[in-house]
Nanobody
């Protein structure tokens, strides 16, 4: 059974940084595409960043230059490095693979 476990969220002041981790287990074979999503209160879940099996990345415009997605295939873990955080980045962050979702980790950015 596929399990995705996020960690690393927390409360940070605007301009600060956080590093989220998503540990995957139960996946047979090489993990291909992994994505980070977020959902703010009252808003729809949105894609933040995605990384393919060969390391290609893509970001939503509002986080380009501030967030970096990376992966460690040996550890089956995907990371999201978030810098220069803004209050509008406040949300629950989820990782996703092939239709499976983690439980999410709360990121709160205070102004």
């Amino acid at each position: 059974q596929v399990q995705l476990v996020e960690s690393g969220g927390g409360l940070v002041q605007a301009g600060g940084s956080l590093r989220l981790s998503c540990a995957a287990s139960g996946i047979i074979g090489r993990i291909n595409v992994m994505g980070w999503y977020r959902q703010a209160p009252g808003k729809r879940r949105e894609l933040v960043a995605v990384i393919t099996g060969d390391g290609s990345t893509n970001y939503r415009d509002s986080v380009k230059g501030r967030f970096t997605i990376s992966r460690d295939n040996a550890k089956n873990t995907v990371y999201l490095e978030m810098n220069s955080l803004k209050p509008e980045d406040t949300a629950v962050y989820y990782c996703s693979h092939n239709g499976f979702w983690g439980q999410g980790t709360q990121v709160t950015v205070s102004s």
